[in-house]
């Protein structure tokens, strides 16, 4: 960290853990979709084959130094970046989410 070449390095690095391992799981359709900006990642699974805590084991099993954390979907609704993702029946509906300001 700090280093003007730290993003670059890590981007690299998180490019071929998608290679080498979620690839694999897109193919065999562990995963429905994947997507990721920079360090954040957005994930569909069909819970039919495998479930949040499988997924989190996998990833957090590729390197020792890297910690990946879940935030399920609570209500049918998860904020991401700056979205609110609502999964209804036959689509999704996006919104704006905007982080509470803290009091000063």
């Known amino acids: 960290m700090g280093?003007?070449?730290s993003g670059?390095?890590?981007e690299i690095y998180l490019?071929?853990?998608e290679e080498y391992h979620v690839k694999h799981w897109i193919e065999n359709g562990e995963l429905a979709y994947?997507?990721?900006y920079v360090d954040d990642i957005f994930?569909?699974?069909d819970t039919r084959r495998t479930d949040d805590n499988i997924i989190k084991n996998r990833m957090n099993s590729i390197d020792n130094n890297l910690e990946f954390k879940i935030t399920a979907e609570t209500n049918h609704s998860i904020n991401y970046?700056?979205?609110t993702i609502v999964s209804k029946s036959e689509s999704i509906?996006?919104?704006?989410?905007r982080k509470p300001q803290a009091q000063t």
Do not use: C, D, F, G
């Not at 509906?93 to 989410?97: A, D, S, T």
């Open 3 to 5: 280093s003007p070449v």
């Open 8 to 10: 670059t390095l890590a």
């Open 15 to 17: 490019q071929l853990i």
């Open 34 to 36: 994947y997507k990721r």
């Open 43 to 45: 994930i569909i699974i």
């Open 81 to 83: 970046l700056e979205m």
């Open 93 to 97: 509906e996006i919104n704006i989410y």
